[in-house]
């Protein structure tokens, strides 16, 4: 099994900017990629970015593409969401989430963390 902990959301004037961190535990090795999904109220759940464990495969939604940076520290099994030029449509929770097998889907998720962007 793998824990997901998120941290670092907030609230933060639009154009502000905020890091979240999403720290994992045990059996990280098992883990292919990772990911950051948001959820708005009343609005689906949707893919943010996702990168891979190993290697330099990195995905962005088109909303959040040039704003959002997804990096990881493996040392540190901790995967950070860099969020600059942030917008009111921004305003969710975001949750980070891992997936064991290539191609599979999720399979552990965090508790998700609050992001809102005033205007």
């Known amino acids: 099994q793998v824990q997901l902990v998120e941290s670092g959301g907030g609230l933060v004037q639009a154009g502000g900017s905020l890091k979240l961190s999403c720290a994992a535990s045990?059996?990280?090795?098992?883990?292919?990629?990772m990911g950051w999904f948001r959820q708005a109220p009343g609005k689906a759940r949707e893919l943010v970015t996702t990168?891979?464990?190993?290697?330099?495969?990195?995905y962005y939604a088109d909303s959040v593409k040039g704003r959002f940076t997804i990096s990881r520290d493996n040392a540190k099994n901790t995967v950070y969401l860099q969020m600059n030029s942030l917008k009111p449509e921004d305003t969710a929770v975001y949750y980070c989430?891992?997936?064991?097998?290539?191609?599979?889907?999720?399979?552990?998720w965090g508790q998700g963390t609050q992001v809102t962007v005033s205007s």
């Open positions: 989430a891992g997936v064991q097998a290539p191609g599979g889907t999720y399979d552990y």
């Open positions: 990168i891979t464990w190993i290697g330099v495969s990195i």
């Open positions: 045990g059996r990280t090795f098992s883990i292919d990629k």
